[in-house]
């Protein structure tokens, strides 16, 4: 072997030696590259499963000036305990730009007004619910329309009677500011039905029945029977009916001889 030829594989070994060390900076530098490329940045976005970007990867906090609630009956079944009807609601906050929904940090109370016989003058509340700042904080969910607050307000047992129930929910931030309140709604919750109701439903679904008026033949010493829906008089003293050109005479007998009372 010529000393040229040495020389030669000796740079060739060099080569590939150089390579191998410096391969793990060269992977970490192509991964770095392609992390911070644009199709992987898109990539990160896409929720995989639904196959739809998030609007917003971490939810900004911010002073709420409003506050949007939906809520919808429901029944709650509880292992162990006897299944609760009540309300389901979903809450969301916004600030002056009202923009996107936020996050915030206080306490959020419910007034429940039962509006069965309640006079308008009547503003006290039949339940209260309140959920502080360090509860209503583990209520935070994710919607299609953002950051938004799920809570649950139990009414009662299943089998009541059904309801009508207006719900009012206030917000308290920690931070201090301005309290907001929402919307005053109207829920109503399915029941039983009242005895009036089912009464009504009953005469509702009643098959209509309609009698025909019926005359019977007049005979000697009969008298003209007619059946008017549901209507019955009472009855008349006997005797005999004589119809002439439509008109009817009744004779009643009268005793013979008038009777004499004595003392």
């Known amino acids: 072997m010529t000393n040229s ?3 030669t594989i000796s740079r060739r070994r060099l080569s590939t030696a150089l390579c191998l060390a410096l391969a793990p900076s060269l992977l970490a530098t192509g991964c770095a590259t392609l992390r911070d490329s644009a199709p992987m940045k898109l990539a990160r976005k896409i929720d995989i499963p639904n196959g739809i970007p998030w609007k917003h990867q971490e939810h900004r906090e911010g002073d709420p000036r409003k506050m949007v609630v939906t809520w919808t009956d429901a029944v709650r079944h509880q292992s162990g305990a006897g299944a609760e009807r009540g309300f ?4 969301f906050f916004y600030d002056r730009d009202e923009s996107d ?7 959020l109370v419910v007034y429940a007004f039962d509006e069965t016989d309640r006079l308008p003058t009547d503003n006290r509340p039949t339940k209260r619910y309140v959920f502080p700042a360090e509860q209503f904080v583990k209520h935070v969910s994710e919607s299609e329309l ?3 607050y799920s809570v649950w307000l139990p009414w009662d047992a299943t089998g009541g009677a059904a309801t009508d129930v207006s719900l009012i929910a206030r917000f308290e931030p920690n931070a201090g500011g301005n309290l907001v309140v929402s919307e005053q709604t109207r829920q109503r919750l399915p029941g039983a039905m009242d005895p009036i109701d089912t009464m009504i439903a009953g005469q509702e679904n009643r098959p209509q029945v309609t009698r025909v008026a019926s005359t019977q033949p007049i005979g000697a010493g009969q008298a003209t029977v007619t059946n008017a829906g549901y209507q019955s008089t009472p009855p008349m003293p006997a005797v005999g009916a004589i119809k002439h050109s439509g008109m009817e005479t ?3 007998k009268l005793p013979s001889r008038p009777r004499r009372f004595t003392n």
């Open 5 to 7: 030829t040495k020389s």
């Open 250 to 252: 009744t004779t009643i």
């Open 146 to 148: 953002g950051v938004s």
């Open 88 to 91: 389901g609601g979903r809450i």
């Open 101 to 107: 929904p936020i996050k915030v940090d206080g306490q």
